[in-house]
């Protein structure tokens, strides 16, 4: 088998997952846009990877311990640098942990796959945290960004994760 890629993890022989890319957008209650952070390059783990080359073989796709999909999006306050071996959050914080909205590929780009969340601030989860990362129900992490993303009183913040297959 081929050896891994830097920007991505190889799957078979000619298919990669990128790295992906996250954005997070703040509006007011009027859908006024207050703050957009662009999209940030984050690290795939080497779980996602293995996961999708379970799938795309047929192997656990059901029964006991199945491949499932990335269905949750958390917020953490540690310090670190991702890696493609995180297994989770270096400091997550609870109240974060927020199920996807919406999840499928991206209109008009079949091989980006995309998650979208959202946190509306509240005083239980208002504050500036310093990672994010993408889950599967079983809490198997897919991807870890560290970036400084501040979830405000009052404003809905949209979490948007992208991955993109390349063959």
Same mark, same amino acid.
């Given at each position: 088998?081929?050896?891994?890629?830097?920007?991505?993890?190889?799957?078979?022989?000619?298919? #990669?997952?990128?790295?992906? #890319?996250? #954005?997070?957008?703040?509006?007011? #209650?009027?859908?006024?846009?207050?703050?957009?952070?662009?999209?940030?390059?984050?690290?795939?783990?080497?779980?996602?990877?293995?996961?999708?080359?379970?799938?795309?073989?047929? /192997?656990?796709?059901?029964?006991?311990?199945?491949?499932?999909?990335?269905?949750?999006?958390?917020?953490?306050?540690?310090?670190?640098?991702?890696?493609?071996?995180? /297994?989770?959050?270096?400091?997550?914080?609870?109240?974060?942990?927020?199920?996807?909205?919406?999840?499928?590929?991206?209109?008009?780009?079949?091989?980006?796959?995309?998650?979208?969340?959202?946190?509306?601030?509240?005083?239980?989860?208002?504050?500036?945290?310093?990672?994010?990362?993408?889950?599967?129900?079983?809490?198997?992490?897919?991807?870890?960004?560290?970036?400084?993303?501040?979830?405000?009183?009052?404003?809905?913040? /949209?979490? /948007?994760?992208?991955?993109?297959?390349?063959?």
């Amino acid at each position: 088998m081929a050896k891994p890629h830097t920007h991505g993890k190889r799957v078979g022989d000619s298919m #990669r997952i990128s790295s992906g #890319r996250v #954005r997070w957008v703040q509006t007011d #209650r009027t859908g006024t846009v207050v703050f957009d952070s662009g999209w940030h390059h984050n690290v795939t783990t080497n779980y996602a990877a293995g996961a999708i080359a379970q799938w795309l073989t047929g /192997t656990n796709n059901t029964g006991y311990n199945p491949v499932l999909p990335p269905t949750k999006m958390q917020l953490g306050t540690g310090a670190g640098t991702p890696s493609p071996t995180d /297994t989770g959050l270096f400091a997550p914080v609870a109240a974060t942990l927020q199920q996807v909205s919406t999840a499928g590929p991206v209109s008009g780009s079949p091989s980006v796959a995309q998650w979208v969340c959202q946190y509306y601030g509240t005083a239980n989860n208002a504050g500036t945290y310093t990672e994010i990362g993408l889950f599967d129900s079983n809490g198997n992490m897919w991807g870890h960004l560290m970036e400084s993303i501040t979830i405000t009183e009052g404003l809905s913040t /949209t979490c /948007t994760w992208q991955k993109t297959a390349t063959v």
